[in-house]
């Protein structure tokens, strides 16, 4: 699949909030109930650090975005991330392409560590961070409310093997 990658910007954001709300209606994506304003999404991921995977057609099928940890300095090389496929685009190599975009403008910048919390039910997102060099490192056990029902998430992190 050809696909072009390209930092997400405001002119994505149509198509981009309407695949975060895709994977928030699907159930097994996130606790959220409803995909934020623009404005919300803009202001809490950090630029530098999201992306936007396009088809030949220009159609937004994915994208990836990193939001700090902490303000806190210690934590100054951490960050969390999400990724969002288009359900007719999944399973062609997007998510792929975008942690892997991620992971290179993540460590050309210095940060040392990408986490994430996972739905344990969301298996095709375990199978393929742990591709890209995520590990588990523990699950949050009935640590939320979704749908009326304790979820438990599984906390993977990637430790970037070129930052010490």
Not at 34 to 58: C, I, V
Not at 114 to 129: D, K
């Amino acid at each position: 699949m050809s696909l072009r990658i390209e930092p997400l910007t405001w002119a994505h954001a149509d198509q981009a909030l309407a695949i975060y709300q895709a994977g928030i209606d699907e159930g097994n994506a996130t606790f959220e109930t409803e995909a934020p304003t623009w404005a919300a999404f803009d202001a809490a991921k950090l630029p530098e650090h999201r992306f936007a995977a396009l088809g030949p057609d220009g159609k937004l099928l994915g994208w990836v975005a990193a939001s700090k940890v902490s303000d806190r300095c210690a934590y100054a090389g951490v960050v969390e991330h999400s990724v969002y496929v288009h359900p007719a685009a999944r399973g062609r190599g997007v998510a792929r392409t975008l942690l892997d975009t991620l992971i290179a403008s993540t460590e050309a910048a210095g940060i040392w560590t990408i986490q994430s919390g996972i739905f344990p039910e969301n298996t095709a997102s375990l199978a393929l961070h742990q591709r890209t060099g995520f590990r588990a490192i523990g699950t949050r056990e009935r640590i939320g409310l979704h749908r009326g029902l304790w979820r438990d998430v599984v906390l993977l992190e990637r430790r970037s093997p070129t930052i010490s």
